[in-house]
């Protein structure tokens, strides 16, 4: 910063920030710490902000359904739901990501895919989205991302200015903003689009050997997505499209389904790999770690009450079962403490306590009252250790994964690897992946959202931010926001 007229970030009780990008972590690319009191503030205030509406994926759909491992993963991972011929009862809640609960389900917007099975070690959690990559990589970034996706203080709607000077300051999201200017940004139905656990995982067998994998549910309806102006008209003609849509396709026994296909890196090949493979921002090339298929999805049953089963359904990444753990990704980290953290908020400390929350397996807990307890252990021991038959921890049998790490304490992005390029693989995206009619509605759709409001500089970014992305598609929408006036340089 060197304006001497721009001030200081601070705490909420005036310290000065030391970083307003960057959390605290062992080392550049090792876990987060919890003494990182700033980013732990940020994330705590932004759980809070509404009530009683979830901050982000205020508007969603969910079913019932199970899941059905179909493939023999032993090798990679001891979890007890992914062995060959195990069928686990599970929930689906899929949302838009920026919008309120009576926002249209078409608009363009990401859409998260939260996952919850019941499994008999316990309630597994996969928390991702319709996209493999996602706008930052720091979680200390990641409210004042969606307050950019949110309204204005002061006339309290939304503003595209916002949006784009956000983004443009912030390269790594290019990838992700690829997606969501493309027609992917715009699913024809919620079966109809391909779900992402996004982060990536670790894996580890019976014989602790671990492994870094991430998830691919592919829909069995093939991928259909609406153009600009499809979704546009469905947003008047019938704003719960979505909604609608999966429910009555679920009543009519048309019941929508995926094939999981793993990515799977053996855990020494991490750290020398051509680009951060923790980092949320990138995909692993499939060349690299092609997929393979271990499973399949289906939901077949609708809910019966929707604020009890679907609104009030809690879904967090720290819920692993044995035989899955997270990775350094520090998108992931500050998830794990985000997600439950929000919950006990919105939904309050007993949470999961709620039926569509609560585990198929028994519960052998010390935790205690607070408000709506309903379950508890009578005249059980409420510490540990004790002399009186309360429950006791297997650490040999439970043991978390371990790993070495090494580094100083720092804020810092990720130690750089050769290919660590925040504009190649979006560029790819473009070239490779899309095809001509794709490419030519990903720059109908820029110009369409970047000519409603922006700032003459923030302009001039967007079209330099195409054209690192690609220097055809940068021409492009530099052509389409200027009208035949010249342009501010970049």
């Known amino acids: 910063m060197n304006d001497p007229q721009t001030p200081v970030t601070t705490t909420d009780a005036g310290i000065a920030a030391p970083s307003d990008e960057f959390s605290l972590s062992v080392g550049p690319d090792g876990p987060l710490l919890l003494q990182d009191h700033y980013v732990i503030q940020k994330m705590a205030q932004f759980n809070r902000e509404r009530v009683p509406e979830r901050v982000v994926h205020a508007k969603g759909s969910g079913a019932f359904g199970f899941f059905e491992a179909t493939e023999d993963v032993s090798q990679w991972t001891k979890a007890d739901f992914l062995k060959k011929g195990t069928r686990t009862p599970m929930l689906a809640r899929m949302s838009t990501v920026a919008g309120e609960l009576g926002s249209a389900d078409t608009v363009r917007d990401p859409r998260g895919f939260a996952l919850k099975f019941y499994t008999q070690e316990g309630n597994y959690d996969l928390v991702g989205n319709n996209t493999p990559i996602f706008f930052i990589r720091d979680p200390s970034k990641f409210s004042d991302f969606i307050h ?9 709607r939304r503003d595209h200015n916002m949006m784009w000077d956000f983004w443009t300051l912030s390269p790594e999201s290019a990838h992700q903003v690829t997606f969501l200017m493309s ?6 139905t919620l079966r109809n689009m391909n779900g992402y656990g996004s982060h990536t995982f670790m894996w580890v067998n019976a014989g602790g050997e671990k492994f870094w994998v991430k ?12 153009t600009d102006a499809e979704a546009a008209a469905q947003v008047s003609d019938d704003a719960d499209f979505h909604r609608r849509d999966l429910w009555d396709a679920i009543k009519s026994g048309d019941h929508p ?16 790999y ?4 923790f980092d949320l921002t990138k ?30 359904a809690a879904f967090e990444p720290a819920n692993m079962v044995p035989g899955i753990a997270p990775s350094p990704d520090k998108m992931l980290q500050g998830r794990l403490f985000s997600y439950p953290d929000t919950h006990r908020y919105r939904i309050g400390p007993n949470y999961l306590q709620l039926p569509v929350n609560q ?7 010390y935790n205690k009252d607070g408000p709506m307890r309903y379950t508890h252990a009578g005249d059980q021991p409420v510490y540990a250790p004790n002399s009186y038959g309360g429950p006791a921890a297997d650490a040999e049998r439970y043991r978390d994964p371990s790993y070495q790490l090494t580094g100083e304490i720092l804020r810092s992005a990720y130690t750089p690897h050769p290919e660590d390029n925040d504009f190649g693989q979006p560029g790819t995206l473009y070239r490779e992946v899309l095809s001509e009619t794709d490419r030519d509605n990903l720059a109908s759709n820029i110009v369409g959202h970047a000519s409603q409001g922006l700032d003459p500089d923030v302009t001039a970014r967007v079209i330099e931010y195409w054209r690192r992305v690609d220097p055809d598609l940068g021409a492009r929408v530099a052509k389409g926001l200027s009208n035949g006036e010249p342009l501010p340089a970049a």
């Open 148 to 156: 950019s996706q949110k309204r204005r203080p002061d006339t309290d």
């Open 183 to 188: 027609d992917r940004g715009t699913p024809r």
């Open 215 to 226: 998830y691919h549910f592919k829909t069995d309806q093939g991928v259909e997505n609406f």
């Open 257 to 272: 389904s995926w094939t999981l296909e793993m990515q799977v890196m053996a855990f020494e090949e991490a750290a020398d």
């Open 274 to 277: 051509r680009f951060n493979p």
């Open 283 to 312: 995909v692993w090339p499939h060349g690299d770690y092609p997929p393979i298929t271990i499973g399949r999805m289906m939901l077949d049953r609708n809910p019966d009450n929707y604020f009890a089963q679907i609104e009030q």
């Open 359 to 365: 585990p198929i397996s028994p519960v052998h807990s």
